[in-house]
C-alpha cells in the first residue's frame, strides 16, 4: 500500500491530499499540520468569500509567463471547474471571479475536510514536521515511514496565520536553494505624505514603473492609507513592481479619471469652475483629496489641475512586508522540479502551491496554481 505524507494543509496541501486519495482509494494518505487550525490562511482568502478560481486564467497574470502558457493549455477554467465540481463543490461566477456557491471561505473549508476525511484522509493538526529523512524503506516522518512526500508548507506570507516560512530550513539541510523570497500582493509604502488621504477610496487607472519604465498597468479602486497607498490593484501592482530583480526609482503613477480624456476633464474643469470658482474640484474629489491635488499642482489653472488628475504620482519606498501581503514571490525554482512537481534532487518528494516560485495577481490566479500543481502531482504520485 502507497503511503502518502502532505506537509502543510493550505489550499495546495488540502488540494492534493483530496486528489491523491480520490484517484488512488487504496493509498493512505497523511497530511500533517503545524497549526492547531486546518486550512487557517484559506479562511481568509478573497476577503473571507475565497475566490477559488479565475474564469480566464491568463498566463500574463503570472510571474512566469512561458511557463504559464505552456500549462494552460492542459488546464482551463472549465477542466478546474469540472475537478471541483466532481467533489461536490458547487460555485458561483462574479464576472471573471469565481467563488464557492456559499460565498463562504469558512463553509467551502469545512466542506474540503469533511469530504477529504469521508474519502480517508488522515489529518493530523497541531503536528509539526521538523524534519524528515530518506531510509531504506522510504521517507521517515515523525517516526512514520511514507513510500511518497508532498511538501505543501507555503512560504513566507501572513504568518499569522501560519505561513512563516519555518520549514525552508528544514528544505535548507537537504540541499535546496530557492529564488528569494518577497511580499507579494501586498500595500506600497510611499515617500510623500498621503496621512491627510487615509481611508479615501478612489476608482483609478494604476500604473507601475522603474527606472522610468512602465511594468504595470491595471484599472481600479485605490484605497489610501496613512503612509501608502492599498487596494486590489496596488496589491497587484506591488507584485509586479517587486518581481523585479533591480528595482530603479520605483513609482506608482494613478489616473484618478481614466474614462475622461486630458481634453475632456478640462472642459469638465471648467464648466465646474464657472459654476462655483472657489470649490469647483468639490464636484470631482472629495475635500481633503482634492486640497492634495491642489497642492500637487504647479499651478492653479485647470489644464494643470487636470494634469495632475491624470497623472498623480507616488515614489515607492517598498512594501508592507510579509505580515500584509497574500502571496510570497520567490520560492523553489520550477526548473528544479520535474513536469509533475517532483523533486529532481530528491525522489519521491514533490512540491506543491506557494513553495514554488510560482505567483499571480489577485483574482483567483494563486488558488487556481494550488489546485493545478496538486492534480500535476496526483497524476504521478
Not at 473549508?109 to 524534519?131: C, N, T
Not at 474614462?259 to 468639490?282: G, T, W
Amino acid at each position: 500500500m502507497m503511503k502518502v505524507a502532505v506537509i502543510g494543509c493550505g489550499a495546495a496541501g488540502l488540494y492534493s491530499a483530496i486528489l491523491l486519495k480520490k484517484n488512488n482509494r487504496e493509498y493512505e494518505v497523511t497530511v500533517f499540520e503545524k497549526e492547531e487550525k486546518l486550512a487557517k490562511k484559506v479562511y481568509a482568502t478573497g476577503n473571507g468569500h475565497c475566490n477559488v478560481l479565475n474564469k480566464k486564467l491568463l498566463a500574463n497574470k503570472y510571474n512566469n509567463i512561458p511557463y504559464f502558457k505552456n500549462l494552460l493549455k492542459d488546464f482551463s477554467y472549465a477542466s478546474l471547474k469540472e475537478e471541483l465540481s466532481s467533489w461536490g463543490v458547487m460555485l458561483l461566477e462574479n464576472g471573471d471571479y469565481v467563488y464557492p456557491l456559499s460565498f463562504s471561505a469558512s463553509s467551502f473549508v469545512s466542506y474540503l475536510l469533511s469530504y477529504g476525511e469521508k474519502l480517508g484522509v488522515r489529518f493530523l493538526p497541531a503536528k509539526k514536521v521538523s524534519d524528515y529523512e530518506k531510509t531504506q524503506d522510504g521517507y521517515q516522518i515523525c517516526d512514520q515511514i511514507f513510500d511518497k512526500v508532498v511538501i505543501a508548507t507555503g512560504a513566507k506570507s501572513s504568518p499569522n496565520l501560519g505561513s512563516d516560512g519555518s520549514f525552508l530550513s528544514v528544505l535548507r539541510r537537504h540541499g535546496y536553494q530557492w529564488n528569494e523570497f518577497k511580499p507579494g500582493l501586498a500595500p506600497i509604502r510611499v515617500a510623500e505624505n498621503v496621512k491627510s488621504l487615509q481611508g479615501i477610496r478612489h476608482h483609478a487607472l494604476v500604473k507601475a514603473s522603474s527606472d522610468k519604465k512602465q511594468i504595470f498597468e491595471e484599472e481600479g479602486e485605490v484605497l489610501f492609507k496613512k503612509d501608502g497607498l492599498s487596494g486590489i490593484v496596488i496589491f497587484n501592482a506591488e507584485s509586479a513592481l517587486f518581481r523585479e530583480k533591480t528595482l530603479i526609482s520605483p513609482k506608482i503613477t494613478i489616473d484618478l479619471f481614466p474614462e475622461h480624456s486630458f481634453y475632456s476633464l478640462c472642459d469638465k474643469l471648467n464648466q465646474a469652475k464657472i459654476k462655483n470658482p472657489e470649490y469647483y474640484l468639490s464636484s470631482f474629489l472629495v475635500s481633503a483629496l482634492a486640497d492634495y491635488v491642489t497642492k500637487e499642482a504647479k499651478n492653479k489653472n485647470v489644464d494643470q489641475i487636470a494634469q495632475t488628475l491624470k497623472h498623480l504620482t507616488f515614489s515607492v519606498t517598498g512594501s508592507y512586508g510579509f505580515e500584509d501581503s497574500r502571496v510570497s514571490l520567490g520560492g523553489i525554482p520550477l526548473n528544479e522540479v520535474t513536469p509533475f512537481l517532483e523533486s529532481k534532487k530528491e525522489s519521491g518528494v514533490y512540491f506543491v502551491g506557494e513553495i514554488l516560485d510560482a505567483d499571480g495577481y489577485c483574482g483567483g490566479y494563486n488558488l487556481s496554481w494550488a489546485l493545478i500543481s496538486a492534480i500535476l502531482v496526483s497524476k504521478h504520485v
